[in-house]
């Protein structure tokens, strides 16, 4: 017989990561059926109902839960255990005969610390987020905020204090920079050069940056400046303090802007900046392109378009035309193993972690006539609503499906589990899909990826269907996994990797076109 | 997008981005200096800072609002100076960074090549005046400074004896009648007019308050006129250059450096004239011009309220 | 615009957060510090942005150094001796006024030490003739209660002090304000723990009778005696001041001993209040208890500041008070104290904290000084090292340091001085507290001693408050206009000082 057992540890914090590894571990344990440790705040207790954890557990939003069902005796000992593992976590270097320093508890001690700081990376969650911020800034420190659900009040307020001070706020919601060579957040190694990119989307920059490295072009700065910054109520403050600072950079000869696209008011703001740059400014809204560019701007059309002028430019040469075809080989694979599917077989299933690559491939669907859906959906798309029919374009690192969990780029189980299920559908064609390197992704994403690609086609397989899987990885020799070998595990189980997430989507578009 | 989890990612063939460098700020090869006097208003509080400037006699360092200023012993002390002990201190520049972080803890602010020690400094106030000497002998202190200022203006001029002559003769008549408007219109003249770090107009401005200070005590409507041209100062601050802002808002607070608050009282009150000879010499070393500007607006504050007298002079 | 300050050759970062981005900078060639974040204010979003508008402000910072100036140039000189009725002004006339401890408080809600010295206290001055007859005088509000605090005095656990009582008159040279105490009745059956029986009456009685008199003509004899000297010698010598006193009794007494055998007075009056000092090693507490009042005052009043002026207890709840929010108490239910318990006795018999002696931690003494008194940390189960870190760690949320009052097993560093309301929310480092047990019922005495904290939500309350006074209209913007800083206001004679320190 099940039991329910719970503790509260009162005023004690722990961030999100922490107790997820916590709960992970207390799941592992023999006899416990469920488990969860969390931050007795509204929301996160109405996630317990999920769970199948409630409890009536007296504890405000600054004490710590611990709820574990399971049977009775497993249950008091992983409690037990959990007391010991977050009470022994406790200690800042005090205690007999430690040496003495002040808690390493405030921004202010943190820059008596280290006097020469540069700059504050803050990661904790949204609602302290800005004012975490705001503490940097008047202490004189740049800011990037990876936090999210930040107020756009908040946002405001903080971006233009900064701007007073002539401090740049790469955020909220920024999780990609590269800032002195050093990456930031999720962000790829690539070598030191002359281009300088400033970006609204994080896997954007990723892909940008990435392939700059791959051309042997390298980058000066490469500058986040969160989601929602080129929105009406926040007016570019960022991008255009970004686009100045780079324009003032004597290492800078290329300047690179990436962005969904601003209402036209904003857009003309920036493009009129940019004209005055005094270097070439490449310019990509990712599915807008503009009309009519002030002289030194250059319009882009892909992420890989983008990457491609940007190299050429700072080599002098002229910028090269964009992509519209996959290449003859990756046509002639896909070609044969179209030839081999079943009649049933006529959707894409695109499987993304970066929510970027998602809308990039949606466009390239919408230019060709082709429908979708998406829990993400661009102009022309319609919302998934969670039933798998035609083409679908999921980004599995929105909200909805890393409510409680961690994003599909740290830990992929949960879009292995999407890609494996793709196997029994009989409307499966291809399944289309990202792989993301650098730092702050998983060690091994391939290996997982491989292995489910592998079992959608097995099942396929076994009732007369075969699948094209068709990917790109994102990433350069220089990151921490190794970017060869990712890509071998993909390629050994069938998976055609292209060089790019555009060609990648013009190669399912290419294929759905000739099933439909 | 969500959180991203502790897993700390073993780096394989990974070229060094940039040199580790060591912190600056943990190399012992700092250089001590200790702080011989502080003046009254440099914060006895902890506080992190950057220095704003610097020169190879002076290093203005901004917390907040105010610039504390390291210099060296011969510059004189103010409210807002560090005077340095060290006499040997060659050039300011090779010890100082402008734009670098000062962390100050315990009476010692730390930067990336020195180490500032004042826990033993004596604070410095301005010296109290004496009694005031009869009218007469001021008057004739006051005509003896202005033509030795006179002297010193025909081979080092400036926008005061210059184009801004009219308005400060301005000033000084809207002083006289305790005209506040007039006063402010004359101000918002002054402040910034001139170049380098301290432009002539605030040199002027912060003398003037000097003078009025010393003549407004027990004077309601005096006090009540001094109010409304230190506010119409303050409203102007973002005109001028940081340094002058400092001491026009020191200036407007009272506080005045040594070399300024000698002159004052040598004027009132020292009945010796190769004293206040010296003094005068002392106040007018300041810079190029900028001793002189401040002595003009000094003379001029005093003259506006002073009784007047026939063969007051104009400075 | 200028070029930016960001871009150079290498990159240093603060990491607030997650701690996996800090190693990754670390691997990938940056150097981080990485903070070991909490929620600031217990998780209170407003108290959190209202902390980040008043942290590095101008306007903030400069109101501190002048407050923290005020402070530290306080000269508190023992001046005399008085009779509270003739000196704190709300008790002139015959107004029927008890002050007490700690912020305000109704006569219903007080605790069982509280409401027995109140009522003592009644029968003390003779308005009642019976501990229950003064009960039905004060049920029916026929006697006023106040906050000792809003009369300019402190008191020690209950801290009753009613008209007819002696009060030290501690002045501070520097700036002229005052602060008054009572004295030490000393250990047993005494009316600041609530005991009100004939003996307790009797006492007190002889005080006013004999030591007063006595100490007053002493006084008159030594002239004022500075304060800060004696206790800055006793903090050498194990003493901290709040709950160790005998050192600072000691000295006070060699103080006054040839001017007490010369002094015209009775001999018996002498002997007697030779002995009543001797006897009695807490004696010092009230003077210093005075003493720090004085130096805390002397920083009230400042606008925006954010340093603490007084942190006092009434047995319910826990007050603060900063020098920029003006007479306004952040009030919330005290901490427990975590201590050793008198053999018999258990946290079950406890009172809440109680009474004005948190003031000595206000002014940079008490548990702040803790590396000077290391015996104290036996109550809680430490080490002499314990101490030190507790000492270290309160540097974490003050202005500065003062120079009067150096620790010797900090390497005769200064004590830490100007606590700072901010810091305290920033850091999430309390004020630590030493502080005696009293039973909750009145009359028993005290029952142990330890460590306490001062409660978060004071502080957090107090910065808020703080953020509302600067701000030049409602809602969230980063800091006030330009303006002239308090600490550079026009300081023509006769302005800026003085005015708004009494409550």
Redesign the interface.
Known sequence: MATTRFKVFANLYKDSVTLMQLGAKLRERDGVAQASCLMATPANLAQLVDADLVVDAPASPSDLLVVVRGDALSCDEAIAAADELLQSAGATGDGGGAAFSLPLTSLAIGVERAPDADLALISVPGDYAAAEAMKALSLGLHVMLFSDNVPVAEERAIKTFARAKNLLVMGPDCGTAIVNGVPLGFANVVRRGDIGLVAASGTGLQEVTCRIHNLGGGISQALGTGGRDLKEEIGGITMLQGLAALAADSRTRVIVLISKPPSPAIARQIEDAAGAAGKPVVVHFLGATPQRLPAGLVAATSLRHAADVAVALARGEAPPVALTAPSAAALATVDKQAAAMASTQKAVRALFTGGTFCYEAQLVFIAQGLPCRSNAPANGASAFDGRYDGHVFLDLGDDDYTRGRPHPMIDPSLRDAAVRAQGADPQTAAILFDVVLGFGSHENPAGGLAQALADAQREARAHGRTIAMIGHVCGTDEDPQDKAEQMRQLEAVGAVIVGSNVEAALLAAHLAAHRA | ?????????????????????P???ADMSCAALVVETAGY?V??????G?VHSVFAQACNIA????LLTVCVPRAGNGATTLCLADRTVRDLRDLFDA?????C???VA???RALLHW?GAIVWRPDEPGPMLAPARIDEHLRAAGLHLARQRRTRSSVIDGRAAPVVAALRIACRALDGAAAAREVDRLVGWGEGLTPAGDDFLVGMLAGL?AL??GDERR?RF??VL?AAV?AR??RTTPIAAHFL??A????YNEPLVALRNALLGEPRADAVVAALRRALDIGATSGADTVSGLLAGLAAWLPASPTAASA | MPATTLFKESLTVINVGLKGFADNVVAAGGQCVALDWQPPAQGDRDGAWALAEVLNHPAVEAANATALARFIEANPVLTGVATARDVLPGMAGKRRLIVHAGPPIEWPAMCGPMRGAVLGAVVLEGWADSVDAALRLVARGHVELEPCHHQGAVGPMAGIISPSMPVFVVENRAAGNRAYCNFNEGLGKVLRFGANGPEVITRLRMMAAVVAPTLRAVLARTGAIELKPLMAQALNMGDEVHNRNAAATALFIKRIAPALIEADVARADATATIQFIAGNDHFFLNLSMAACKAMCDAAAGVAGSSMVTAMARNGVNFGVRLSGTGDTWFEAPANPVNGLYFPGYSIADAAADLGDSAITETAGVGGFAMAAAPAIVKFVGGTPTDAIHHSLRMRAITLGANPSFTLPALDFAAAAAGIDARKVVDCGVLPVINSGIAHREAGVGQIGAGVTTAPMACFTAAVKALARSLRPHPGPLPHAGEGVSPSLAPALRGEGRGEGRRP
Not at chain 2, 43 to 48: E, G, L, T, V, Y
Not at chain 2, 99 to 103: A, D
């Open positions: 997008m969500q959180i991203p989890s502790a897993l700390s990612i073993a780096p394989r063939n990974l070229p060094r981005v940039g040199q580790a460098l912190s600056r700020y208003l914060p006895q509080a902890d506080f992190i950057r917390v907040g609002d105010m734009g670098e972080r000062v962390v803890r315990d009476g730390r930067t990336g826990t200070d407004a005590l006090q001094r109010a230190a303050i601050l973002q808002r020191l407007a607070g009272g506080h």
